[in-house]
C-alpha cells in the first residue's frame, strides 16, 4: 500500500517554542492531507484538512493561528504548532488521500510524539 | 452524544475464542464505514471496510445494519496478534469524506 511518513517521530520541547511536523506521501500524490491529534486513551481527533495550494479547514475548537497547517506541495503538508504548551502534549498523525485508492481511503502515518515541559 | 460510540472494554479472552464488538453512529448520512485496528503507540491501521450485505475477510466478519446505525466486528479463533485496539471509523457524506473515529474498543488475547 502507500506510504506516508511524519518527521520527527518524537519531539520534547519547551513550553513557549514552536514544534514543526512534516508529512510526507512517499509515492503517491495527495492533493488532500489530514491531521489528527490523539490524547492517551481517547479517539483520534480530526484537527483540520489540508488542501493543497490553499487554506486549510480547521474543525470547531482548533485554533487555527496555533496550529499552523502548510501543504506547499502534492507530497508534503506541514504542522507547527507555534508557542507550544504543556497541554498541547498529545500524539499528532497525520494521513494522506490517494486519489487513485478512492475518496475514503486514507494512508496514516507513523504519528509524531509530542511532549512540552 | 458522541457521533461514533464504542464499547471502551477492555475485552479480555483466550486464545481461540470468538470475540465481537459493537459500534454505533448518529450522523444517519454517513456513507461508509470502517474497521481499523491500532497497536499501542502506532498508527491505525485499516482492517476492512463494512457494507450493509456484510462482508468477511478470514477470521474477521463484519456487518452494517443502516436502519438501526450500528456496526459489528466479529473476530473468530482468536490469535494472541490480535490484541491491539479495533476503531469503528464512518466517513462523512461531505465533499472531504472525513472520517470520525470511535474511541476503540481495547482487546487482549490471553495464552
Known amino acids: 500500500g502507500a506510504v506516508v511518513s511524519q518527521h520527527p517521530s518524537r519531539v520534547i520541547c519547551k513550553s513557549g517554542t514552536s514544534v514543526k511536523i512534516e508529512c510526507r506521501s512517499l509515492?503517491?500524490?495527495?492533493?488532500?492531507m489530514f491531521w489528527y491529534r490523539q490524547f492517551p486513551k481517547q479517539s483520534l481527533m480530526l484537527m483540520a484538512t489540508?488542501?493543497?495550494?490553499?487554506?486549510?479547514?480547521?474543525e470547531q475548537g482548533v485554533e487555527k493561528d496555533k496550529f499552523l497547517i502548510n501543504h506547499a506541495s502534492l507530497t508534503l503538508s506541514t504542522l507547527t504548532v507555534t508557542s507550544a504548551h504543556p497541554e498541547d502534549s498529545s500524539f499528532y498523525i497525520c494521513?494522506?488521500?490517494?486519489?487513485?485508492?478512492?475518496?475514503?481511503?486514507?494512508?496514516f502515518g507513523p504519528g509524531t510524539r509530542l511532549l512540552v515541559l | 452524544r458522541k457521533e461514533v460510540e464504542q464499547d471502551p472494554g477492555p475485552f479480555n479472552v483466550p486464545e481461540g475464542a470468538t470475540v465481537a464488538f459493537n459500534c454505533t453512529y448518529s450522523?444517519?448520512?454517513?456513507?461508509?464505514f470502517f474497521w481499523y485496528r491500532q497497536d499501542c503507540r502506532k498508527e491505525p491501521k485499516l482492517l476492512m471496510s463494512v457494507y450493509s450485505s456484510g462482508n468477511e475477510d478470514g477470521r474477521f466478519t463484519a456487518q452494517l445494519n443502516r436502519a438501526s446505525q450500528y456496526i459489528s466486528l466479529l473476530i473468530r479463533d482468536s490469535k494472541l496478534s490480535d490484541s491491539a485496539t479495533y476503531l469503528c471509523?464512518?466517513?462523512?457524506?461531505?465533499?472531504?469524506?472525513?472520517?470520525?473515529f470511535g474511541s476503540g474498543t481495547q482487546l487482549t488475547v490471553l495464552p
Open positions: 509515492d503517491f500524490q495527495a492533493t488532500t
Open positions: 450522523n444517519s448520512a454517513s456513507q461508509s
Open positions: 471509523v464512518v466517513a462523512g457524506s461531505g465533499s472531504a469524506r472525513q472520517l470520525t
Open positions: 494521513s494522506a488521500r490517494d486519489p487513485a485508492g478512492g475518496i475514503e481511503t486514507q494512508y
Open positions: 489540508s488542501n493543497e495550494g490553499s487554506k486549510a479547514t480547521y
